[in-house]
């Protein structure tokens, strides 16, 4: 049976996107790169759709040429960077970043379903993991007690399902300053978003609008707009056990599990190649 395509989100270049850890064009390249090989290696996979919303140019012929001296199909797709991210943070890029790639990718017009992870993360066995009898495959975080919050986060909660009035909080934060304990979200749960598997239709009837919400200097991440938006949802497995994940996280900084030496230096001489260094 033919597997689902790979779709990796990819920020080369942080720019102004806040509460990110990882900035260095470079280093980030290479940790992308550590990823995106380790999946060149994995026979589960055979086709990527590899989708960048910043501006750091490279040369895309070079990763389809690499990725077909491993057997695969890799598909370059660039995005339009949008604004609001410095506004609403890195989950509103991701969102958005998936939202474009759906429209623009031969690859996802052509396959039922995908499996997304995000740029620099490696996650082996997803042919074990995901075995795709369900319309999405997403990891459940545990939730965390919502007691001993103040009252106006108690009644504000449910204003963060709606885009505008999430918008209209993003704006007292930044604007007026108000302070962060009076406003900020209470999340009701979380999806880890690095890493499942979502029909595509799924994705289009119940997620592609999701990123829209996130305020993430408020507390409301993609991972709540997802959990939030699945939580009626029929038929959708829920993976409890936390994910094998091998990279580096671009917001925290901190590394899960080190590739290989050998994938580490065949990273690094990719992305020299890609920048123009090599």
């Not at 989100?9 to 940790?31: C, K, N, W």
Request: proline content about 4%; some cysteine; hydrophobic content about 35%.
């Amino acid at each position: 049976m033919l597997r689902p395509p790979l779709l990796i989100t990819a920020s080369l270049d942080a720019g102004h996107t806040p509460q990110v850890a990882l900035r260095g064009g470079e280093e980030r390249t290479i940790r992308y790169m550590e990823g995106l090989i380790a999946w060149f290696r994995d026979s589960s996979i055979q086709q990527i759709v590899f989708a960048k919303n910043c501006g750091l140019q490279i040369r895309s012929k070079i990763l389809q040429e690499v990725a077909s001296s491993h057997g695969k199909e890799l598909e370059f797709i660039q995005v339009e960077s949008s604004a609001r991210t410095v506004y609403q943070g890195k989950g509103f890029g991701e969102g958005d970043i998936i939202k474009q790639a759906l429209k623009q990718s031969e690859i996802l017009r052509g396959a039922e379903d995908f499996i997304k992870i995000t740029g620099k993360l490696y996650a082996p066995g997803s042919e074990n993991v995901f075995p795709g009898k369900d319309p999405g495959e997403f990891y459940l975080v545990a939730n965390e007690s919502a007691e001993n919050v103040s009252w106006s986060r108690r009644f504000i909660a449910p204003l963060y399902k709606n885009p505008r009035a999430g918008n209209f909080l993003g704006f007292l934060r930044r604007g007026i300053r108000v302070p962060w304990g009076l406003i900020a979200a209470t999340p009701s749960g979380w999806m880890d978003t690095r890493f499942y598997r979502v029909s595509r239709s799924l994705y289009q009837e119940s997620l592609l609008h999701s990123h829209e919400r996130v305020q993430d200097a408020l507390g409301y991440t993609l991972e709540n707009a997802f959990h939030d938006d699945l939580d009626y949802q029929e038929g959708i497995r829920m993976i409890s056990s936390t994910p094998v994940i091998i990279g580096t996280s671009g917001t925290l900084g901190t590394t899960a599990a080190e590739f290989t030496p050998e994938i580490r230096m065949e990273a690094k001489e990719l992305a020299g190649r890609l920048l123009g260094k090599r």
